[in-house]
């Protein structure tokens, strides 16, 4: 699968506390370095004497205390959106820090305290999840937790829990979880459903009754930051039948399994890329319950994102970079063209082909370059695991992938993974 490790430095401190130092707190100061996603701090506590030392545990950032957590525990992390309860989350800005204690108990002898920081940086990579799921705080049956931890337990980075009309769930979302939470909310009319990303309340009243109603409930979460799928809109039981030319950022082109309403999509999205549209694709489960076949994160959403953050999420989004999947273990695909990728725009003056990378492909396979006259062409693999192909850009205005593949539980041929496009400047 694609690269979705961090870059890391790992320091380690070790600190003499002495019998002379009890009840009195102690600092352990470190450097916070530059472009810092997230921190994870550890400590031990090595006697020196029979007594059992007890040392407390907290950190200070250049300003504040940003946690404590007393005897209680021995490590804790710190995200740029979340961090162990009793700490704070937020900008781990560079300079003077320290990790405190709190001398407690200190034996005759003295005690020495060992503590581990892992510093873990921004760094650009391809994370994955489901960007329209339903709970308890709408008509699904899944708790916030359930959610998450399904998620967790899936290897995948991000849920969009995007409940009916509600926004109740976006202020109780579980914290101890590494699965990053954006806020959303699914604006449901009686004539077509669109996701709101991004904001804790995207609008006050969910109520419409015409377009010009429509209009001003996306006016109202467009200024308050969000961004707007339209979701399912060939649906055959919810289609989007407001106008097309609403305000919208994203198409939700894969929803649930794959059937007719997601052929439907993908129809009308190739129709608007192939007249020079540039309009980013996005999938979801649009999960609420324990089904056979709707299940979390099937289909599976790629982000390549600066960071591990909402707002990195949705960013990368914005950016193209997303590619779809029938579920968390692929097929995955990567275009690239020299130094741009799957939904940047490379310019005139870069001539280089075109790499397509697939992994997880199997045997039988099917793969389909399309571009905006169609598909250009198909390739049935002949083996498991890598394919790669170079292509020439031939004057195109784009370039996507899609691999088909044999289901023998549905006994059908259906999608397993697109891309969304490269583009070329004309």
């Not at 991000?158 to 109780?172: E, G, K, L």
């Not at 579980?174 to 996701?195: K, Q």
């Not at 399309?370 to 192909?389: D, K, M, N, Q, R």
């Amino acid at each position: 699968m694609p690269q979705t490790s961090r870059r890391k430095q790992v320091t380690t401190y070790r600190r003499e506390i002495h019998h002379s130092e009890q009840s009195t707190y102690v600092e352990v100061p470190f450097e916070m370095p530059e472009q810092v996603e997230e921190i994870h701090v550890e400590f031990a506590v090595q006697s020196h004497g029979e007594a059992k030392p007890v040392i407390d545990l907290g950190v200070r950032d250049s300003h504040k205390v940003r946690g404590w957590s007393g005897g209680a525990r021995s490590e804790f992390v710190i995200g740029l959106e979340k961090a162990t309860p009793g700490y704070l989350p937020g900008e781990l800005q560079a300079g003077d820090w320290a990790v405190l204690h709190n001398a407690y108990k200190v034996p005759e002898e003295g005690c020495e305290v060992t503590i581990t920081i892992t510093f873990f940086f921004h760094t650009a990579r391809w994370l994955k999840g489901d960007l329209h799921t339903h709970s308890v705080n709408s008509d699904g049956s899944y708790t916030l937790e359930e959610n998450a931890a399904i998620m967790e337990q899936l290897g995948c980075d991000f849920i969009a829990m995007t409940d009916h009309n509600a926004v109740s769930q976006n202020y109780s979302y579980p914290r101890n979880t590494p699965v990053v939470m954006i806020p959303g909310m699914e604006f449901t009319t009686n004539f077509g459903h669109s996701n709101f990303l991004g904001v804790l309340e995207p609008i006050d009243d969910f109520r419409v009754k015409n377009q010009e109603d429509v209009n001003l409930r996306l006016a109202t979460a467009r200024e308050r930051g969000a961004k707007i799928v339209l979701n399912h809109p060939h649906c055959d039981y919810c289609p989007w039948e407001w106008d097309f030319n609403t305000d919208h950022d994203w198409w939700e082109v894969w929803n649930g399994p794959w059937t007719a309403r997601n052929e439907r999509a993908l129809a009308w999205w190739q129709e608007q890329l192939a007249s020079g549209r540039k309009l980013v694709a996005t999938g979801g489960s649009d999960v609420h319950r324990p089904e056979r076949y709707v299940k979390h994160a099937m289909p599976c959403t790629w982000v390549y994102a600066e960071t591990k953050t909402v707002n990195g999420i949705l960013q990368g989004i914005d950016k193209g970079h997303v590619v779809i999947s029938y579920s968390p273990e692929g097929p995955f695909a990567q275009l690239t063209c020299g130094d741009y990728m799957t939904g940047d725009t490379v310019l005139n003056d870069v001539k280089e082909n075109v790499l397509v990378r697939i992994e997880h492909i199997r045997e039988g396979d099917q793969i389909k370059l399309i571009s905006e006259h169609g598909v250009e062409s198909t390739e049935v693999c002949s083996s498991t695991g890598l394919w790669e192909l170079t292509v020439e850009q031939k004057g195109r205005a784009f370039y996507r992938v899609e691999v088909w593949r044999h289901f023998e539980e549905f006994d059908q041929t259906l999608m397993a993974m697109l891309t969304n496009p490269i583009y070329f400047q004309r």
